[in-house]
C-alpha cells in the first residue's frame, strides 16, 4: 500500500510540475527516508505553510494558520516538531521551478578524493561566510567508510556539473548521498551549528575525522554533512512568519552514524562536547539527536512549552508519543 500510495504522489506531482511548473518542497520519497511530514514540522520547508489540519489530544479538528485563532498552535508546528498534534492536511505555497525541459539551474556534483577532504571543508566555511547571492545552494557530504578502505585509497576524482532542469537538480542529493545513510539502514543523527569564518568548520572536520577513525569496527561507514544556511535563507524565512527556530545567522551541520554502543555512545558525547554549537545559533531538530535537546535552543522555547501546554494540558503527547524532548 505504502508503495502504491508513493506511486500516486509521485505522479501527480510530476504532472502538476509539467502543466504548471511548480512545485511544492517534500520529503524524498523515492528514497523513503523521510514523509513530508517529518520534513516540514522540524525543518525549513515549513516556511512555505498556509494552513494545517490538526487533531489536538481531545479529539477535535482544527485548522491553524497564521490569522487566525489557532495561529499560535501554526507557529508552533513550523519547526516544533510533532508533539502539538497530528496534522493530517498540509496546505503549502507552490514554488515555480520550471519544466523538465527548462534548463535554468546549473550545477551538480562534484566528488573529491579523501585528502582534499580539509580542502573542501575550508572552501564551504569560507563561501558560507562570503556569499552574497541568494540563488546559491550547496550541500558538502563527507564519508568515512572502512568497508572499501582500499577502494578508497585509489585517488579518483568525478565531477558532473552543467545547466540542469529542477527535476535534475532534485535528484542531485540523492546520487551524493552518503553510503550505509538511508531508509534500511540503523541510523544516529546528531548536530551542530556553525557560525562560518571562524575556524569551526576545519576544527569539526578534525573532530569528526578522529571519532571515525577510532570507531571504525563499530561503525564500517560514518558521514559529515555540511549543510550551509545563508542570509538570503533566514530573510526569507522571516518574510513568511519565521519560524520556532529562527537563527539570527549561521549554518547547519548534521553528523551521521549508524550503530551505537556504550563505548560508541560515549563517543558521540564527546564529539557533541567537541563540536558545540556557536552561541545564538539553535539546533536543527531533523538532524539532531534526541539527547542533545533541540527545542531548548530555539529563540522561541518558551513560548513553545507555553502553547503546548495550553493544547495539550495533561501532557498526553509527551507521555505516549516519540518526539522531540524539552516539552
Known amino acids: 500500500m505504502t508503495s502504491f500510495v508513493d506511486y500516486l504522489y509521485d505522479a501527480t506531482c510530476t504532472l502538476v510540475r509539467e502543466q504548471h511548473a511548480v512545485k511544492s518542497c517534500r520529503g524524498n520519497t523515492n528514497s523513503r527516508a523521510v514523509g513530508f511530514s517529518g520534513l516540514a514540522l522540524g525543518g525549513w520547508a515549513c516556511d512555505r505553510f498556509r494552513s494545517l489540519d490538526v487533531v489536538l489530544t481531545n479529539g477535535r479538528l482544527v485548522t491553524a494558520t497564521a490569522t487566525n485563532?489557532?495561529?499560535?498552535?501554526?507557529?508552533?508546528?513550523?519547526?516544533?516538531?510533532?508533539?502539538?498534534?497530528?496534522?493530517?492536511?498540509?496546505?503549502?505555497d507552490a514554488i515555480h521551478v520550471g519544466?523538465?525541459?527548462?534548463?535554468?539551474?546549473?550545477?551538480?556534483?562534484?566528488?573529491?578524493?579523501?585528502?582534499?577532504?580539509?580542502?573542501?571543508?575550508?572552501?564551504?566555511?569560507?563561501?558560507?561566510?562570503?556569499?552574497?547571492?541568494?540563488?546559491?545552494?550547496?550541500?558538502t557530504v563527507v564519508t568515512y567508510s572502512n568497508v572499501f578502505a582500499e577502494f578508497l585509497a585509489i585517488p579518483a576524482v568525478a565531477t558532473n556539473l552543467g545547466p540542469l532542469s529542477y527535476n535534475e537538480v532534485s535528484k542531485v542529493p540523492s546520487r551524493a548521498q552518503a553510503p550505509g545513510i538511508g531508509p534500511r539502514a540503523t541510523n544516529v543523527y546528531g548536530g551542530s551549528t556553525l557560525y562560518p569564518g571562524q575556524g569551526l568548520f576545519a576544527k569539526s572536520y578534525n573532530n569528526w575525522l578522529n571519532f571515525s577513525t577510532s570507531f571504525k569496527d563499530e561503525v564500517p561507514t560514518a558521514a559529515l554533512v555540511i549543510?550551509?544556511?545563508?542570509?538570503?535563507?533566514?530573510?526569507?524565512?522571516?518574510?513568511?512568519?519565521?519560524?520556532s527556530f529562527t537563527?539570527?545567522?549561521?549554518?547547519?551541520?548534521?553528523?551521521g552514524v549508524t550503530k551505537i554502543s556504550q563505548s560508541l555512545r560515549a563517543g558521540l558525547d564527546r564529539l557533541y562536547h567537541e563540536i558545540p554549537r556557536s552561541p545564538g545559533l539553535p539546533l536543527y531538530l531533523n538532524e539532531s539527536e534526541d539527547v542533545q535537546d533541540a527545542l531548548t535552543t530555539y529563540s522561541g522555547y518558551e513560548k513553545l512549552k507555553e502553547i503546548y501546554r495550553k493544547y495539550d494540558p495533561t501532557r498526553f503527547n509527551v507521555r505516549r508519543m516519540v518526539g522531540p524532548n524539552g516539552l
Do not use: C, M
Open 69 to 92: 485563532e489557532y495561529s499560535d498552535l501554526f507557529t508552533a508546528l513550523k519547526g516544533g516538531g510533532s508533539r502539538f498534534g497530528i496534522v493530517t492536511r498540509y496546505e503549502v
Open 99 to 139: 519544466t523538465a525541459a527548462d534548463k535554468t539551474y546549473w550545477g551538480g556534483s562534484i566528488n573529491y578524493v579523501g585528502p582534499t577532504s580539509a580542502a573542501v571543508v575550508k572552501a564551504i566555511d569560507a563561501l558560507i561566510y562570503s556569499n552574497k547571492d541568494p540563488n546559491t545552494v550547496i550541500v
Open 247 to 255: 537563527p539570527p545567522n549561521g549554518s547547519i551541520l548534521p553528523l
Open 227 to 243: 549543510t550551509p544556511v545563508f542570509q538570503s535563507q533566514i530573510d526569507v524565512s522571516r518574510a513568511h512568519g519565521g519560524t
